[in-house]
């Protein structure tokens, strides 16, 4: 059974750094998509980055482009999300997700696993 497990959430103050994981187990996902989306209270699941495979190829959100780095380590089946520089606005609940597929997207639908969400909570 496919299982994505969300850490490192946590409160901080704006301008501070958070560091989420996300460690996969249930299968090899070595040559899968994985991503990171967000939902804030009152809105629609967001795209926030995503990763190929091999992490050669990186895409980011407007929304927090220069800000947030997604790493992975095929070799412990995890995904990471460096946030720095954090706004008020980021505030969300945040989910790790993969794609079965090679080519990186952004749209949600595209996505066949997902966590249970990890809260990050930014205070002005």
């Known amino acids: 059974q496919v299982q994505l497990v969300e850490s490192g959430g946590g409160l901080v103050q704006a301008g501070g750094s958070l560091r989420l994981s996300c460690a996969a187990s249930g299968r090899t996902f070595s040559r899968d998509t994985m991503g990171w989306f967000r939902q804030a209270p009152g809105k629609e699941r967001e795209f926030v980055a995503a990763?190929?495979?091999?992490?050669?190829?990186?895409v980011y959100a407007d929304s927090v482009k220069g800000r947030c780095t997604i790493s992975r380590d095929n070799a412990k089946n995890t995904v990471y999300l460096q946030m720095n520089s954090l706004k008020p606005e980021d505030t969300a609940v945040y989910y790790c997700a993969v794609d079965l597929r090679i080519v990186v997207r952004t749209s949600l639908d595209e996505y066949d696993y997902w966590g249970q969400g990890t809260q990050v909570t930014v205070s002005s």
């Open positions: 990763i190929n495979w091999t992490g050669s190829k990186t």
